[in-house]
């Protein structure tokens, strides 16, 4: 009997490497690592012989088409998805197999969404907004708002030191950076409500290392995705995006990137030089890539919260991704269609998986009148 083949697409970037190591270490898998430049993948897995390297531009669709053919399911962790991830997704799909990603992007998941009946007739997963924010923070958001008696809130705060890599995180700034201009939206009230970036901040104390910080409202899938379990009357995200400067966010708006590719291309050349800076001036203060993810819930005047410490960004990034790759070759995940991680998993399920970046946990730790 063939192995099961995954195909990974961005494998060399700061998810896609975290997920190929995942599945590579976890055995009994076929894993391809794909990426545009073959001196890239031979740098990051020329010494691995579980990791098969293939050079592939994921936005030609016929060169996709090939690859994806010989694959069973496809992670794609190419960022922005809001820029290729829904033709990527189709291709996919239309080649009958099975996708997964770690998208943030809520146009992506509206995207995505109109293709739910069409994986679902195929008999095919589509999930989205598995990786660690969103994805491992909605799971644990959910089994608090689940464990919380009343809870009809819920606010999620994630907060990172440094990136594991000085040439990383691009593609999840980009993708912030295009889903702004689609104004994304956070659930207040009740109510969809969309949110201009970089219009709402607050401060968080947060545990040592991190301190007190200053988080920006930046709302993505896990919004929509927790939306869908109904009566929840506040759901919002927060970011900490370090000292990235204001006015970047009124360049944004009036360039308007999603539309205009030269746009585009001259805010990811401010913003490169940007990212680079921010890491170094991290290192030179001392700090690793820890990242934290708070959830608060609301029920009435009380409130509680959990508190999940991580070794790095990356690493937890790719948990998911890898747990749903072994469990479709396993037969475990009957799921069909559209689907975010709290389709897949509760909050326990996952707890073995986090084992190897997970830091220190506080579940329900709070709770203040």
């Known amino acids: 009997m063939a192995e099961f083949t995954v195909l990974v697409l961005g494998a060399y970037g700061l998810a896609g490497r975290a997920i190929v190591q995942a599945l590579a270490a976890s055995g009994g898998l076929r894993v391809v690592a794909s990426g545009r430049r073959a001196e890239k993948l031979d ?43 829904a033709d990527i997704a189709r291709t996919v799909l239309e080649c009958g197999r099975h ?10 998941y509206e995207r995505l969404r109109e293709m739910d009946v069409t994986a679902r007739n195929a008999g095919l997963l ?29 606010d999620i705060v994630y907060s990172q030191l440094r990136h594991a890599y000085e040439d990383s995180g691009m593609g999840s700034i980009m993708g912030g950076v ?14 969809r409500t969309p949110v201009t970036l970089g219009s709402a901040s607050r401060t968080e104390n947060l545990p040592e290392p991190f301190g007190r910080r200053t988080v920006l409202e930046i709302p993505n899938i896990e919004i929509l995705a927790l939306e869908t379990r109904g009566g929840l009357l506040e759901i919002r995200t927060w970011i900490d995006l370090g000292d990235y400067p204001k006015w970047l966010f009124g360049v944004i708006r009036a360039l308007n990137p999603a539309k205009r590719e030269w746009a585009y291309r001259l805010i990811d050349r401010i913003v490169e030089p940007l990212n680079r800076a921010e890491f170094q001036r991290a290192v030179k203060h001392g700090h690793g890539p820890d990242a934290l993810v708070l959830v608060r819930t609301h029920a009435g005047g009380n409130s509680a919260q959990s508190i ?41 399920e996952i707890l073995d998986d986090l084992a190897g970046c997970l830091v220190r946990l506080d579940v329900g730790s709070v709770a203040t009148g």
């Open 178 to 191: 295009l889903d702004a201009v689609y104004r994304p939206c956070s659930i207040r009230g009740g109510r």
């Open 308 to 348: 999940a410490r991580f070794t790095d960004g990356a690493t937890p990034t790719a948990v998911l991704p890898a747990r749903i790759a072994r469990d479709l070759a396993a037969g475990k995940v009957k799921r069909r269609g559209l689907a975010t991680p709290i389709d897949l998993y509760t909050w326990p």
């Open 126 to 154: 589509l999930a989205t907004g598995a990786g660690l924010i969103p994805g491992i923070s909605t799971v644990l958001a959910a089994h608090q708002l689940e464990t919380h008696q009343g809870a009809d809130g819920v």
């Open 99 to 108: 996708y997964v990603d770690c998208a943030n992007e809520q146009i992506h």
């Open 43 to 85: 740098e990051q897995f020329a010494g691995n012989t579980n990791v098969e390297r293939l050079v592939l531009d994921a936005t030609d669709k016929a060169e996709l088409r090939k690859a994806v053919a010989s694959a069973d399911v496809v992670i794609n962790a190419i960022g922005p998805f809001a820029r290729t991830g």
